[in-house]
Each structure stands twice: as C-alpha cells, then as structure tokens.
C-alpha cells in the first residue's frame, strides 16, 4: 500500500490520529526491534520524578486515548 503525502493531506484530523493508531499498534508488535533514541531515557527519568514528586497523573492507555480523542474532535 503506498500512501502519499497529498493523500495525508487530504485526510481529517481524527483520520490521520487512526492511521497513526495502526501504524504503532503494528510497529509495537515487533517492538524490541525498534532501539530507542538517545534522547528516550532522560526524558523517562524526568516523568519518573515527576510521578514521585506528585506532579503526574497516570491515566491507564484507553482512559489517555479517549483524552486525546476528546482534544481533537
């Protein structure tokens, strides 16, 4: 499937969100493939401190996906 740049284009916002949706479900499939960026574990390590500090809320995914979903539509 070739999907160009003027087709993303064309798409609706929560469009682009469910394409992106697809692409990390499949991407996360084979996720101990993927190596992280170097920039990855600072920025975990400042959530972590966060969290410990009471600066952070956890929400579990479905709860933070129907967050973000509220923001786009």
Known sequence: MNVTEDQIAQMS???KLQLMEALWVDLSRAGSEV???DWHRPALEETESRLAAGEECVLDWDDAKRELWKRVR
């Open 35 to 37: 190596e992280s960026p």
């Open 13 to 15: 916002r929560a469009e």
